[in-house]
């Protein structure tokens, strides 16, 4: 293992051969950094897991070694970790301004905001963080003040892109810094560490502005009330549809509350314009005209409780779909929830709306052309292609490697890889402890693949509870057997069964208390295994099976 | 509730506001026919379920009147529910060859085969069911052999197009029988019931054949052996892969249950065509060149058990990815599949697979265009869009109302509406019993909500049963409590927090016992609520809680 005395390492600790929980560590002798700090949604078998997170282990180790987390921008892929992180290694938190105004909303939600040092920092900021330099170049993205950073090392620069596209008619104006990304090109650059989440798709990503136009048209065409959801993080599709509102003479109201406060945030920081008037309060929509008026809700992605879903179902305190109205998710479900978005819009055209759902998104990542832009712009020695699922990454390193750089420099790695940089060669060192807590409800880590298994199990077919009392002095049946189930029949239905269940429990256990058998263990397997064969015949089930016994 | 006497009536059983288990029934009198008996697959929600078939009630209450059951094609969403429903209703089957030979396969299987009554029928068949009249006329689809019904009413003809696309350059040359159609249109046609399940894509549908083109493209560039993967269904698409193997000097070797089962099925009847020594033994894979080798393999949707996962996984008893091998999934995620594929897709790039899976693909249902082709054809006076979800049946209306049918003939049905046609004209009529009915193993029907609601429960958060004696004459503890949890938390790690739960369930109860309180019902609720709130605090979980008294 590297002692990483005089030497670059770079390892993923999240975000590699998945997408979710970002984040790197680049570490230098005694000095490391983190950029990113990302939560990744469960998976469909992690069973009432509500988040899942980087295992921080080795940072906790090296807790003495570590100068600061960078942030590259406010997605909650990169930034929903930084809680739980930050209870463990409270370091100093660098990012651009609208990114740690979205962090303080989530530190203060855990009550960490009074011990966490936030630092932002813009395009001419040079933070120096041990014996790493860090600057940022700004990207385009799906929310504003996306940035990348160029940390230079002892071993050379390394360009760390972040998410990005390339979007030369910016909503907001604000350009993504190629000069920058083509001067570090010029000088020499060690390795580039680039966002592979679009790497399948061929050509060029669309500009948000084309987004834009057709929200236009759509505002200019509805014949009543326009409804609008998206990510409520995608400030400047908010800004497109807020300009589209007034450029057709419609009030704007928000509903949801990400989506309230997000755009609260936005306005405060000056990432959204909006003119005084247009926005009004989601009460005093019932006030306005249909035709004059555009909503912004969440529910893009068909979550269960937010604005749009719940309109949907008409279960919404204050608005009720009508006849007349359009809808528009401006958005693409993201992979998961292709069935909840479904759901939504169906339930949305019952309620007798216009719904529009495709054709108003663009990508905030670069897609083949972009990235091959990146690659030729910063023409790095090293590559890691990472922010994506195995075959993402696979096929990034394809383009990286018809752009020109050499097979054998491109490095796909894994959680925990340890990627070497010496004297200007690069090799795979070797492997630190990485992976993904899973945190459900206050518990962080606590459930394991044994909880998993056993819900996995409880939802497939539901529990048999036997529970029979023995007596303490001769061993025989005080009370019971009973058997009580749950999720496994319905019992009113099925009570022949439960009654031959039960007779066959009593029997196998006479008979071995007969047979002086008097160990639990004993007991319980030959319950088990008795009951489990005899409903796998009868049902073809297999719930799980719980024999108890109690001594009195 | 219309008795029928002297009006048609359709009644959608199945298929409508869904995709999946397509049932439709044809009324007229004492006369009675169903097209079709599918299955659909669970929804996310429906834990531990295996199929679900349509509601059969409303048959069963009239079985006397039942002549027959037509299928319109082999796929599992119109032939899997039929063992279920034979089991109650032994009617005649009618359907075409391939159909039906995919039919004894499964009646087989449930032990029904001997009992059960199959009828082929072909292009010049004419069927009297009762008062109907019933002719097919072939379209295209995904597997051969698929056909539409003209059913003759007393109120005029109905057709019920079944799945459908038009491929104007067929692979088995079998083009869709578009002069019956323009016949029966130019006759006069009462009602249109149609396929909506592309109904949001707009244009053409392309020909299977353009598949044909690609999968020749790939086995002629393949520098070693080529993998293919689709549905075991679309003898088609197969057809071209042997084509494409024979035109290129390879074998075929076939991997995977129903891959195997199909293609020994579809060679025999003479739907698929192979030279002698093209089709090889799977043990025999070893012995061929990599470059002389084509292998067809079940797997396309990511399925655990199918072979190519089994492959992705080294799992597969025969066969081992390789680098150097080409794998292609000619095919597409049906919705709610996609982590599955993806997830497979990253394990074969790992094996060192080159894997094509994208763009080898060609819908086997008509698009916008050809649903309009279909309402032109036809000219129906009223039309009822089904196979499909609400916001298909509503693009679907649209379209109709596009090409010219009036809107006020258009009925949008849910399962069990009763739409009555009379003295040419159409109404609403009412409402018969339809639904879902799901089976899980060996039941039918018997999980119902509650059952599916503690399988939920339990997934989330596991369970905790609590178990305690109490003496029989004084009330008093004699064993316990004892707390056993699954799926709760790692018991190791929490021994604190179930050592504080039981302490708090002993004084709960000892309070009780002490006040004289012996009901158990007022025990058990106040353990459950305890403990339950006890548990929230401490961990924002709720584990099923069950509280069990014993006496002794």
């Excluded at 809680?83 to 990114?99: H, K, Q």
């Excluded at 292709?338 to 819009?345: G, L, M």
């Excluded at 925990?416 to 993904?436: I, S, T």
Aim: aromatic residues 6%.
């Amino acid at each position: 293992m590297a002692k990483g005395k005089a030497r670059l390492s770079i390892v993923p600790l999240g975000g590699v051969g998945e997408i979710g929980k970002n984040m790197t560590l680049y570490w230098y002798g005694n000095d490391m950094l983190v950029v990113d700090a990302g939560l990744k949604f469960p998976e469909e078998d992690m069973l009432g897991i509500d988040i899942v997170i980087p295992d921080i282990t080795f940072l906790v180790e090296n807790r003495d070694k570590l100068r600061g987390i960078f942030l590259t921008h406010g997605h909650e892929d990169h930034i929903g970790g930084l809680p739980y992180i930050l209870r463990e290694l409270n370091v100093p938190v660098y990012g651009t301004r609208l990114t740690l105004g979205l962090v303080e909303n989530k530190l203060r939600e855990h009550g960490l905001l009074d011990t966490a040092k936030l630092i932002a920092i813009d395009g001419n900021s040079k933070v120096q963080a041990g014996v790493f330099d860090v600057s940022l170049f700004y990207v385009n993205h799906s929310i504003p003040d996306t940035a990348g950073f160029a940390i230079e090392t002892p071993e050379g620069v390394v360009i760390h892109t972040g998410d990005f596209k390339f979007d030369q008619t910016p909503v907001d104006g604000r350009h993504a810094e190629i000069h920058k990304l083509a001067a570090y090109g010029q000088r020499g650059v060690l390795a580039l560490v680039g966002d592979s989440t679009n790497a399948e798709r061929p050509g060029y990503t669309p500009s948000e502005l084309s987004v834009g136009e057709k929200i236009n048209e759509i505002v200019g065409n509805a014949p009543g009330r326009v409804i609008m959801s998206t990510f409520a993080s995608n400030i400047h599709r908010l800004q497109l549809m807020i300009r589209a509102a007034e450029k057709h003479g419609r009030k704007v109201a928000v509903v949801g509350r990400s989506m309230v406060n997000n755009i609260q945030t936005s306005l405060q920081l000056g990432y959204l314009e909006a003119l005084p008037e247009t926005i009004i309060d989601a009460d005093d929509v019932n006030r306005v005209d249909p035709e004059k008026l555009v909503i912004l809700s969440t529910g893009s992605q068909g979550e269960p409780m937010s604005a749009l879903t719940r309109m949907a179902r008409a279960a919404h305190r204050k608005i009720e779909i009508m006849p007349g109205d359009t809808v528009v998710l401006a958005s693409s479900p993201i992979p998961g929830n292709e069935k909840y978005v479904s759901r939504t819009i169906d339930q949305l055209f019952r309620a007798g709306a216009n719904v529009i759902y495709r054709g108003v998104h663009a990508s905030g990542h670069g897609s083949q052309e972009e990235l091959k832009w990146m690659l030729s712009l910063v023409k790095p020695k090293f590559f890691l292609p990472v922010h994506g699922e195995f075959r993402m990454q696979r096929t990034h390193a394809n383009l990286a490697i018809d752009v020109g750089v050499d097979p054998d420099n491109i490095f796909i790695t894994e959680l925990g890889d340890v990627v070497e940089f010496e004297n200007g060669r690069a090799r795979l060192g070797g492997k630190v402890p990485a992976g993904a807590v899973m945190i459900d409800g206050l518990g962080v880590g606590d459930v394991g693949n044994i909880v998993l298994r056993d819900r996995k199990l409880l939802s497939q077919d539901g529990i048999l509870v036997v529970v029979v009392t023995l007596s303490k002095s001769t061993g025989h049946i005080l009370s019971g057997p009973d058997i009580i189930s749950r999720g496994f029949v319905y019992v009113r239905e099925s009570e022949a069964l439960l009654e031959e269940a039960n007779k066959l429990v009593e029997s196998t256990l006479v008979k071995l208390v007969t047979d002086n058998v008097s160990e639990w263990s004993s007991l319980k397997t030959a319950v088990r295994d008795a009951l489990g064969r005899f409903l796998y015949e009868q049902t073809r089930r297999r719930p799980m099976i719980l024999p108890i016994i109690m001594e009195a």
